[in-house]
């Protein structure tokens, strides 16, 4: 019988792409999906995907979310940073599981909360029980928890991008990353400067020295490295609707050769049926990932050690709401895989 | 010593495109410019273009543009209808003359304004007085004029494309008009249905059989015609920032050819500085006249008698700033092309 | 036991389309791919879809897809016209059946292949023959056919937006279709005019009154009418990768309501799972469409009886790729649907 | 009396803007254009600007060029570098001075021709005495020259991002810059990389840590900072046209703040007519100064001296021909911004 899950913010652009993965989902169900934007509207007629439910205002939708007759084994928050930071807590409480896809949960920190997210945050032992839910490197952690922060866009590119290499590092010199973002990893918006004609034809950078993600990229690499890893993180607006490129610079340590790279990353990510590895630095592209879970990564190394590692992912899927889907299938025990391995790239 | 001209409701595109060309215009001076999103800014540091001014809010712009001492000759409205259709009357009441670039006072019947413009008119008197500003129809009346209208993006392509042939036309049957607009002709507006994500990629048409510029067309070419003429006209949304591309239909009169065609055009446009006549209806591309204030115009005529013609312009300027700047040429008793000519194509 | 297929000229738009939805079909297996591109390169490295075999050369894939021992049921061509023109008689020849995904056996009348395919056809006999694969229009004839001529993608989406209302036309009046196309539809290609400065921020007209899908729609709709049917058609250019818009135009006969209109398509589509019918001519978009097999149709009517129809599809699936799955899925009596519902929209 | 320039290789993107712009230049007339692609046909036809002349093929130009009869003072090629190597010499030989906009005069280091053009140096000679044509940093070099190389478009936004810090860095970190470019920076082609399809929606690095604009970046700094430079580069292929925004990363030496590094730029572009100071980072954008000569530059400095300087500009303007109309200019004893300050923004 179909795992029932619900859905919480299920109007953004993270949370369609949410609600329709579920759909497709063979093993699970939708049972409940919210939204204040489209009460009563069907699902179906908003998404595209054959769902039989109608969005339920946020009211109702947790109620529902909650009830025993309903039985919705894991909520999933596609809500802003504040809306998760008030109702992890409150699903908690009634026993159910949350894969929360904002940053509410992921930093263990508090402080960057007040920093980073103007968030005075209210409950840290939540940081602490949070488990930060990028698969590929702490896939152990995820299965059994009640509460997976579901990573960042950028985050996720960066940390898969860097994770295998940080032994190979000159632990003395700063990682530098720029990343460009489509578009849709601003949200659903009515905004001049995300219209149209603002963005067709334009680049510029944003949040210079002060996006969220860095404190994110950070702790988490630092996780792997066992040390304090310290990065400067340039995130780019792009002229496109989906996708990230992270460009990723770092020097390797003494004595550590291309093949030393290679190995790293083969031995990190074989049998990973998410991350695919290209041949060179320049065979990553939006267009491999558009559509697809892959986090596709190529990398080159200078004759002076400089190492560039290129990372692109959909932001909608690896990303965000792909990525909350492995999250699912592991705290569910399903194969991971389920319901992504099929998703073709949209370019022709 | 250069003439002095106001511009109020500078801030949205069409206010930007016709600021930029008044303050490179060699004859005339920007002296006024209202813009209650801008106010006090500096004119140059939001447009780029070297003027001296500042902002004024409205109040302040109209009083300044009425103000004996600043001697400005020329309103130019870039206000929405409504808001033009209360600043006409007084503005002509202070002696001022005026180029209103929104629809208030385009068409001679009322009735229009209620049925498109959701607008009940309380001028008619100056809707029989405004002279619409299409000078390659209608140059004559513009010279001499208190109150000219500048005429509709959509319909400034379509009566260029279709005024020279009206006498050629079988003139039971219906012209049917699709046109396809850049982006910018909605205005500079906050609103998810022109962000980047939703436009992007897509195509649609909008207000079907109920664009403000149907009646517009109808009554110019009628004026042209001497006889009633019927459009089905229907817009629709393009993935561009500018440009208007017009595919017009028509039959052609039982024994008129392909050569009649040919003359009539030629006839009609031969040494206008702003329609530039394509080889064919194939060579006409927006491409060809974003940037500029250029009509391109191209036909096709097949076997049965069938016209198709196709016009191009850019939407901001000869569909609306540019073609004000042709209107206050003419009213100055400047010389037509005067700050037109020099402008260049923005395609590579 | 999964049927096996075999795919001819696989490296186009069109031919990478079907593959991939060919890899994802329940019930049939790609056993053959060729393509000169690409030849022993893996399928599943240029298409992302989890493929087993390798791309051939043209002569041994024609060798390997006739071979009973490989046992492939029908071999569908993703070949230019002329190509398909040489392959399809030999093809037959060997007892297989073929899907046609080029027009090369679309037109019942030999003469339009001088005319528009500038291809002097020399297998008129087959012409006769083969079916015209749109299912919705012509679902009997397909099942039993030996050759299917798959649609142009034009004439798919032109085709479904008027057989419906044939008889409620004023059968003296022509109709008038201005269709857009994203650009994939000029097919793979090393062009400048193709290129993404030339492209993007332009749209223009192309094969004004002269493109092959002209003679295509007039027979279609002419069997549907059993009468001629006489069609103005003018391609655009579209800066978008995928989708197709066609706005109609129709003179309804005196008398014809919209409501007749409404009940006309009502029961020409109730129960089609690839045609879905908006609520208005304004909502219909490529954003509806693209990645999915559906055709969305909507219709507004003028006070004087004008009909404007507005259809969207993908031209690579509705208007190719997935179309022809829809053809090969009755020549195989599987469910029509089976490998294209689950198809889901671009748009994010 | 106008000065007399010829152009060879007009018909590429950079020759095509610099065509237009000399056109609309007031003080140089453009007697000789060469294009073997538009042989015979008229620049205004192929460009929009009022010229008289038609093209030449290359040796006819040439011919022409070197014609004391024409009178030709300045000879600008914006020819292939391979083109400009051989041609470079001849025009020398025959008394004229010349503007390469390619880079086969940049380098002071042949050896950099063979590792970085495929180009086996033929005249070592003359990359001694090319003057490197950056007017903010080499102003008093260009004036008198004989030969003033052109710097490529990403070196002229890194270096003039770059230069005013280089004495508050520390000298022991590597620079490392990541750019975006838009598609006309790889010139006027047929090919299928670049077509829309594959262009539109992706963004992708090449010839990462191998472009040859990286020595080109190293030798102009190295210049200004009077010590060996270390750059790490990596470009990257945008979805726009125009355009290039350069992300460039540096160390602060120890103690030097962030109004040192405001007074260190506001020091060196004071009285620049060419280089606008941002307010910040944020505020550097492809729309400020796409159509327009103009660099603009913004930085952030972190909390440990990590300083992030944006630089953007238009690769055909700044970085191609504008920069060398600047350069014409001062050859000449022009205004250095004739022809140039009025350029407009192509952002509506």
Not at 64 to 75: F, L, N
Request: charged fraction near 20%; glycine fraction near 10%; aromatic fraction near 6%.
């Amino acid at each position: 019988m179909k795992k029932r899950i619900a859905v919480i913010g299920a109007s953004g652009y993270t949370g369609v792409e949410l609600t329709r993965l579920l759909v497709a989902h063979p093993d699970v169900e939708l049972a409940v999906a919210s939204s204040d934007r489209w009460v009563s509207e069907s699902v179906e007629a908003r998404t595209g995907a054959p769902a039989s439910v109608r969005y339920l205002a946020l009211a109702a939708a947790l109620e529902a979310a909650v009830d025993p007759a309903r039985g919705c084994e894991i909520v999933m928050l596609a809500t802003p940073a504040d809306a998760s930071h008030e109702l992890v807590p409150r699903l908690l409480a009634h026993g159910r599981r949350v894969i929360d896809l904002s940053g509410a949960y992921r930093l263990r920190d508090a402080a960057f909360y007040a920093s980073h997210y103007a968030l005075s945050h209210g409950h840290i032992g939540l940081l602490a029980e949070a488990v930060y839910g990028l698969p590929e490197l702490f896939r152990a952690r995820v299965g059994p928890a009640r509460l997976v922060a579901n990573p960042g866009c950028y985050a996720t590119a960066v940390q898969l991008a860097l994770a295998p290499l940080l032994a190979l590092l000159d632990a003395d010199s700063r990682i530098i990353v720029d990343a460009m973002s489509g578009v849709t990893g601003a949200g659903r918006k009515a905004s001049e400067e995300f219209s149209f004609t603002e963005i067709a034809g334009d680049l510029r950078a944003y949040r210079v020295l002060r996006h969220q993600h860095e404190p994110e990229i950070e702790q988490g690499l630092a996780a792997v490295a066992g040390r304090s890893v310290d990065i400067t993180f340039v995130p780019h607006l792009l002229p496109v609707a989906r996708g990230i490129l992270a460009t990723c610079h770092a020097q390797l340590a003494p004595g550590i050769s291309r093949d030393d790279v290679n190995a790293a990353y083969d031995r990190a990510y074989r049998g990973e049926a998410f991350v695919a590895l290209a041949p060179g630095a320049e065979q990553v592209a939006l267009h491999d990932v558009v559509g697809t879970n892959r986090c596709r990564i190529g990398w080159a190394v200078g004759a002076r050690g400089e190492l560039v590692a290129i990372a692109a992912i959909d932001n909608l899927v690896k990303g965000a709401a792909g990525q909350a889907l492995q999250n699912l299938n592991l705290m569910l025990g399903l194969d991971e895989g389920a319901g992504l391995l099929g998703l073709r790239s949209f370019h022709p």
